[in-house]
T-cell receptor, first 114, second 115 residues
Framework: SQQGEEDPQALSIQEGENATMNCSYK?????LQWYRQNSGRGLVHLIL?????REKHSGRLRVTLDTSKKSSSLLITASRAADTASYFC??????????????FGKGTKLSVIP | KAGVTQTPRYLIKTRGQQVTLSCSPI?????VSWYQQTPGQGLQFLFE???????NKGNFPGRFSGRQFSNSRSEMNVSTLELGDSALYLC??????????????FGEGSRLTVL
């Protein structure tokens, strides 16, 4: 099942601009994570925000979480060509009997033009 | 510290064959999860193993199976391959189970092509 849904599906910006990606999810969560994937490679963890947090920063990344709207956003400031990748949000979905699985959205494909 | 290692990186099989993929987690990590990634369905959770026990399972047919060894290394097997099984298979490890406790560390994946 797809818990998170990213928006937009694709985003193209000029180097130096900011990039904002959004994620919506359906059920209550304990935390929400963002991952990055370069074409055909493995995913790399970027940042985790817990349900009792509203905003978190890591370098040029800023993540917000609105649990009332079941949504999150990832902002990348002063983008670089090297930021070109797909970005996924992931939530801990309760799969029953006290077990949880990390469920990913379909991702936003970011292209940063030099 | 070595990362998550997946082998083989690329493989080509024909319909009806079976395939085994291997994953070596980061040293000290006891949880291993497997995901299938396709352009149409995105990242789909297959299963998670912790201390040699399957702790969680996604919605995949019984042709998909896995196991974990005492050294935390994991294998997944797909029998009677179908064209739709062509995908990037990603393995991820964490210390105790990333979904509730933190991040997953992913390998580079095994790209399976079924002809």
């Amino acid at each position: 099942s797809q818990q998170g849904e990213e928006d937009p599906q694709a985003l193209s910006i000029q180097e130096g601009e900011n990039a904002t990606m959004n994620c919506s999810y359906k059920t209550s969560i304990n935390n929400l994570q963002w991952y990055r994937q370069n074409s055909g490679r493995g995913l790399v963890h970027l940042i985790l925000i817990r349900s009792n947090e509203r905003e978190k920063h890591s370098g040029r990344l800023r993540v917000t979480l609105d649990t009332s709207k079941k949504s999150s956003s990832l902002l990348i400031t002063a983008s670089r060509a090297a930021d070109t990748a797909s970005y996924f949000c992931a939530t801990d979905e309760n799969s029953g009997a006290g077990s949880y699985q990390l469920t990913f959205g379909k991702g936003t494909k970011l292209s940063v033009i030099p | 510290k070595a990362g998550v290692t997946q082998t083989p990186r690329y493989l080509i099989k024909t319909r009806g064959q079976q395939v085994t993929l291997s994953c070596s987690p980061i040293s000290g990590h006891r949880s291993v999860s497997w995901y299938q990634q396709t352009p149409g369905q995105g990242l789909q959770f297959l299963f998670e193993y912790f201390s040699e026990t399957q702790r969680n399972k996604g919605n995949f047919p019984g042709r998909f199976s896995g196991r974990q060894f005492s050294n935390s290394r994991s294998e997944m097997n797909v029998s009677t391959l179908e064209l739709g099984d062509s995908a990037l298979y990603l393995c991820a490890s964490s210390k105790s189970g990333g979904a509730r406790t933190g991040e997953l560390f992913f390998g580079e994946g095994s790209r399976l092509t079924v002809l």
